[in-house]
């Protein structure tokens, strides 16, 4: 069984900077592409960014394109999403999620199989 625990949500202005983290439990860590999805109140869940089991692609939705990073380091079973120049348009619950996956990176919230509990993240314009 993987759990997820997301945890660096919070208030911050506009303009400013969180980093999420995600703790993923589980030792075939390495093996799983990892994803952060968001939803805002009243409107789906929406994928943000991907990165393959590997690290080495990365992919991200065109409205946080080069303001977010995400990043794994597959020593600490940990995936993070830095998020700079945040807009109020970014305020939702953001979710860490997991799919065992080899391939490419997923976009596709009904292709993961673990998430966790999710994160609030609220910016003030």
């Known amino acids: 069984q993987v759990q997820l625990v997301e945890s660096g949500g919070g208030l911050v202005q506009a303009g400013g900077s969180l980093r999420l983290s995600c703790a993923v439990s589980?030792?075939?860590?390495?093996?799983?592409?990892m994803g952060w999805f968001r939803q805002a109140p009243g409107k789906e869940r929406e994928f943000v960014a991907g990165?393959?089991?590997?690290?080495?692609?990365?992919y991200y939705a065109d409205s946080v394109k080069g303001r977010f990073t995400i990043s794994r380091d597959n020593a600490k079973n940990t995936v993070s999403l830095q998020m700079n120049s945040l807009k109020p348009e970014d305020t939702a619950v953001y979710y860490c999620?997991?799919?065992?996956?080899?391939?490419?990176?997923?976009?596709?919230?009904?292709?993961?199989?673990?998430w966790g509990q999710g994160t609030q993240v609220t910016v003030s314009s």
């Open positions: 999620a997991a799919d065992w996956w080899l391939g490419g990176v997923r976009t596709n919230k009904d292709e993961y199989d673990y």
């Open positions: 990165v393959t089991w590997s690290g080495r692609s990365t």
């Open positions: 589980g030792r075939t860590f390495s093996t799983y592409a």
